[in-house]
Structures are given as structure tokens and as C-alpha cells.
């Protein structure tokens, strides 16, 4: 079948009308390049815009001893700074050990409610051994404390980890610092799909191919990324291992197979066939692709599959009313209940992880805008204020959402909190990001 406006994503997308994951996707001959470990040229720099409606002061001071901890403390700042929550409270002067006695009053004049802290030692075996503690200025007591040991390659993660600490420690709510992400980088003629930390930092590739790379998808464990390739010449569904890079096909019918979307107990996938015609949801076994059963039965096209995080219903796309709008539907079958009623094209639902707000790409005065759906009392906020806003994500806590952005004339990977006050571009030097989708929190 082929689509005219309105089903088609905005032309700037750049994608091709082969009625896959969304109403526009890629045909494309994929040539694997299976997890390589080889680092992407490609860096992210991060722009930040807006505030939290409250922003808590807290002091980083730098970790003592190795220089490492340097860097250490930057990262934390950075990953703080990035939340928008935080308001940094400079630590010039300051010489911090694990140690020190912490003036409290001292901190408080200066501005901070909380002081973090620590140092790093090189152990005689090569590895480093970071000391964290984080202080209550206001309640003049320790708050958190860590130690943990590991190679260089790992201060990183540890870093993003303390920075994980302090932002449950302080907010109640769990971070997602280092939690990662994966998205498709375009960088000349050649589409990689790439795994990266939450910041944009240490992206690997998982994929390579001379044509796009579409419909990533993260197991709830984060082992597994389940994606369509074409390297057999149609679209086919694959899961892949992160750990092992191994992978095998799941849905290999005749015709389009594609949107793969995981149960929340990782052993299903939703997928959209046309194996019996138009575009309709099955499930399947997401390890071996049996069981396959039937979801939705329409004579128009249902698209984009997401399950609800109890996983009893699926939300999806349809056109069913005659335009693209946003459905839900028991696993076993029914009639679908219509969710979207603000403005005529909604699309790609994304469902918040306590499953009280729907995400949408709806399309308002000729823009693309990433719009916020709270399902008890039906009340729409527009998250974003671009012309070609994509592919929403949430993170794993509920708080950001990730998304595919166009600015100044390409693609970028682009934040925005899930309340819409704070913003962040991470904007790509030599490639066009599409497709973004975080993964769950780190196991």
C-alpha cells in the first residue's frame, strides 16, 4: 500500500515510504558489524537549557590523591548539571579528603546544602580504589558513603554510579546516569547503530550499514537489543546479545516484519507483519519466535507497538479514524480503545514506566513536536518546540525523555524533562543521530 500526506513523517526525516515501524521507514541492505568494541569518531557535546522547578545547591570538590579524580569529579558535575535539578556551588579553595571534617557552616555560607566528596588510589595491582562520601550541610551529618575498586576503563561508570547515588540520595527518585542508550548515527553514506553511556559518551557499535538501520529496541534487562535488518534482501527482526554478539532472526515472514517492542518480562515481542495483508501486531517468543499469535485485526494499517508496563494491553498507531492516532488493545484482541483526540496526526506512543503518561509525535501548525498525554485526565502538554521532533524515549525513572531532533539543517539527539522546563541537545560532530531509545536501568 502506498501512503499519502497525511501518513507520512515529516520530508525532512529523509526516509523512505516502506510502511515499516512507523508510517515512513527505510528498505535497506544491512551489512552486520557485530559488537566491535571499537569506539565511534563521532563525540557528543551537550547544550543545556532551562531549570527545575527547584534546583538543590550542592558543593563536587574534586577527589583527592590520583589525578584520576579529577575527571572523577567532573563527570559527576556534568551528569548533575545535566538533570537540571542541581545547582553547583563552586569548591575553589577547597582541600577535601575522605578523611576532612566537613564545616558545615562554612558550606552553608558558601551556598550549598550538600557537600560530595572523595578521593582515588592506585593500588599496587594497577587498579583504583575510589572513596565517595556525601555530606548534609543543613542536617551537619554524612548522608551516603561508597567504596568500590576497579580498572581505569571502569572509572567512567563508577563515576556515573556516585553520580546515581547522590541524585537518589538528595531527589527520593533513582538516576539514570548510568544507565546507556542507543541510537543511529549517519556519517557519510554509512548508518551505525550505536551504544552509548547515558551522557553520550563511549559509543560502541553494534551495527553497520550502507542504507539505514531502523526500530532499535532494549530488553528490560539490558542484555538485548532487538532490531529489522534487510541483509537477506527484506525486513527482518532480529534480537541480538550484547555480551556474546550473538543474534538470530525472529520474525522472518513473508513480507515486512518489523517494530519489534519487548514485554516487560523480556520474553515477548511485539511485532508488525504483513504477512496476511496490511500492517497488523502479533506477539511472538522473543528467543526463538514461536507462539506466534495475532493481536489486532483491521483493514487499515496498525503500526508501532509499545506494551503497557503491567504488559496486559498494547498502545499502537493506527489509522483506523482515518488518520494516524493512538489505540489500546488486550493482548487478546478486542476492540481497540482510541487514546489520542488533541489535533489530527499522533503517533509513536511511548508509555512512561508507572504508566500514567502516554508520548506522542503530533503534528501542529506543520511542526513535529513531541507531546506529553497524562491518561487520567486526558490533559496534553508539548514537550518540545521543534519543526521535526522524533522518536521519543523515556528514561528508565520516568523523569527525561530522549528524542531525535532537527537543528540547523540536521539531525541531533536531543532531552527534554518529562515536565518540559529543562532541555539538552547533544549534538553529534560528524553524523546525523536518528532513532534514540534508552535502555533500562543497569543490572
Not at 131 to 147: A, C, E, H, S
Not at 417 to 443: A, M, Y
Request: hydrophobic share 35%; net charge positive.
Amino acid at each position: 500500500m502506498t501512503f499519502n500526506p497525511p501518513y507520512l513523517f515529516p520530508a525532512t526525516s529523509k526516509w523512505l515510504t516502506c510502511a515499516l515501524t512507523g508510517w515512513v521507514k527505510a528498505c535497506l541492505l544491512v551489512t552486520i558489524a557485530l559488537l566491535s568494541g571499537h569506539t565511534a569518531q563521532a563525540q557528543l557535546r551537550v547544550d543545556i537549557s532551562g531549570t527545575g522547578a527547584q534546583q538543590y545547591p550542592i558543593a563536587i570538590a574534586d577527589f583527592s590523591g590520583d589525578p584520576a579524580g579529577v575527571q572523577i569529579a567532573e563527570i559527576i558535575r556534568a551528569d548533575l548539571t545535566r538533570s537540571g535539578q542541581f545547582r553547583l556551588i563552586g569548591t575553589s579553595g577547597a582541600a577535601l579528603t575522605v578523611d576532612t571534617t566537613i564545616a558545615h557552616d562554612e558550606w552553608r555560607t558558601r551556598g550549598a546544602d550538600f557537600i560530595a566528596y572523595g578521593s582515588v588510589l592506585r593500588l599496587p595491582d594497577g587498579r583504583f580504589e575510589i572513596k565517595y562520601r556525601l555530606g548534609d550541610t543543613v542536617k551537619r551529618g554524612p548522608l551516603d558513603g561508597w567504596i568500590v575498586a576497579g580498572t581505569e576503563k571502569e572509572l567512567r561508570r563508577f563515576s556515573h554510579q556516585i553520580a546515581d547515588r547522590i541524585y537518589e540520595k538528595i531527589t527520593g527518585i533513582k538516576g539514570v546516569f548510568a544507565t546507556r542508550i542507543a541510537y543511529v548515527l549517519k556519517q557519510g553514506k554509512t548508518y551505525e547503530l550505536q551504544i552509548a553511556d547515558a551522557d553520550g559518551q563511549n559509543p560502541q557499535v553494534a551495527l553497520r550499514s550502507r542504507e539505514p538501520i531502523i526500530s532499535p529496541a532494549w530488553s528490560p534487562d539490558g542484555s538485548r537489543l532487538a532490531y529489522v535488518s534487510f541483509e537477506s534482501g527484506k525486513p527482518v527482526v532480529y534480537v541480538h546479545h550484547l555480551t556474546t554478539s550473538k543474534r538470530a532472526p525472529v520474525a522472518n515472514y513473508k513480507g515486512n516484519n518489523s517494530a519489534p517492542a519487548w514485554s516487560p518480562d523480556g520474553n515477548t515481542l511485539a511485532v508488525v507483519l504483513t504477512r496476511d495483508g496490511l500492517s497488523q501486531i502479533y506477539t511472538l517468543g522473543a528467543n526463538d519466535g514461536s507462539n506466534l499469535r495475532r493481536v489486532t485485526r483491521s483493514p487499515l494499517i496498525d503500526t508501532e507497538p509499545v506494551f503497557a508496563p503491567d504488559g496486559r494491553s498494547l498502545y499502537f498507531t493506527s489509522d483506523r479514524s482515518g488518520s494516524p492516532q493512538i489505540y489500546q488493545t488486550g493482548l487478546d484482541g478486542g476492540e481497540p480503545r482510541r487514546i489520542s483526540f488533541s489535533g489530527g496526526y499522533n503517533i509513536s506512543p511511548r508509555i512512561s514506566p508507572d504508566g500514567k503518561t502516554l508520548l506522542t509525535v503530533t503534528r501542529r501548525d506543520g511542526t513535529y513536536r513531541i507531546a506529553s498525554l497524562n491518561l487520567a485526565t486526558g490533559a496534553e502538554a508539548l514537550l518540545t518546540e521543534g519543526r521535526d521532533d522524533q522518536s521519543p524515549s523515556f528514561a528508565p525513572n520516568g523523569m527525561q525523555v530522549l528524542y531525535a531532533a532537527v537543528q540547523g539543517g540536521r539531525s541531533v539527539l536531543a532531552g527534554v524533562s518529562s515536565d518540559g522546563r529543562i532541555r539538552s541537545t547533544l549534538s553529534v560532530l560528524n553524523g546525523e543521530i536518528r532513532e534514540p531509545t534508552w535502555g533500562p536501568f543497569s543490572q
